[in-house]
């Protein structure tokens, strides 16, 4: 009878093979679906604001996290879960800043707090700039 049709033959082989398939697979490494928000905090003039407490505030939850701006004005949430968000900043002598934002599975967002001066109004003018559309015609021109 050949060797590998012997019973034995097939009990040392799947066991070699489960032995090697064991030592084969990588320990799995779970991977985070959180994002993180990170930035600089600033002035008009691009100096950098030491200091500051940096709030982000989930919409969806309204869970809170805080943060301090460091020496150097960056500040950083290292670990986010996905989702809506704003985030708010205050400063003495500044206007609060306040924006939003979506935080993504994975992803790193970016936000440069700048603030102004208090007493500064900032006016967003909006104007309708939508083409006219000719409608007697086929021409682009």
Known sequence: MSSWLNPKFF???SGLA????VLAVSPAWSQSSNGSVRGIVQDPTSAVIPNVTVVLTNTATGVELKTVSNGAGFY?????VPGPYKIT????????FEATLQVQTQGSASVT????PAGTKVTVDVQDVTPVVTT???SLG
């Open 11 to 13: 009990l040392k082989a």
């Open 18 to 21: 489960l032995i090697v398939s």
């Open 76 to 80: 950083v949430f290292p670990s986010v």
């Open 89 to 96: 900043a205050e400063s003495a002598g500044m206007n609060k």
């Open 113 to 116: 707090i700048t603030f102004l």
């Open 136 to 138: 007697d015609t086929a």
